[in-house]
Nanobody, 122 residues
């Protein structure tokens, strides 16, 4: 059974940091591209960051580049999102996703977590 479980969300003040984790099981994690997406109520789920199977290639949405860092530990079947310099516009539910293909479109991904809420207060 495939599972992606996100943890690390919460309430933080503007300018603060959070580190999200996503623990994977039930598939060959080290062979999959992993991504982070976020979604606000009533809005489309949007791309945040992506990391290839080895961790050697990453990409970010323009809105988070330079503030967020995606990484992975294949030995622990876990992908991370370090979020610094948070602002209220980063308030969303954050989802991790895994796919055998690579890309920014959510349709590329095969597996999704349940999401974790990130709230940034001003």
């Amino acid at each position: 059974q495939v599972q992606l479980v996100e943890t690390g969300g919460g309430l933080v003040q503007a300018g603060g940091s959070l580190r999200l984790s996503c623990a994977a099981s039930g598939f060959t994690f080290s062979a999959y591209t992993m991504g982070w997406f976020r979604q606000a109520p009533g809005k489309e789920r949007e791309f945040v960051a992506i990391i290839n199977w080895s961790g050697g290639a990453t990409d970010y949405a323009a809105s988070v580049r330079g503030r967020f860092t995606i990484s992975r530990d294949n030995a622990k079947n876990t992908v991370y999102l370090q979020m610094n310099s948070l602002n209220p516009e980063d308030t969303d539910v954050y989802y991790c996703a895994g796919g055998q293909r690579s890309g920014r479109l959510k349709e590329v991904y095969d597996y999704w977590g349940q999401g974790t809420q990130v709230t940034v207060s001003s």
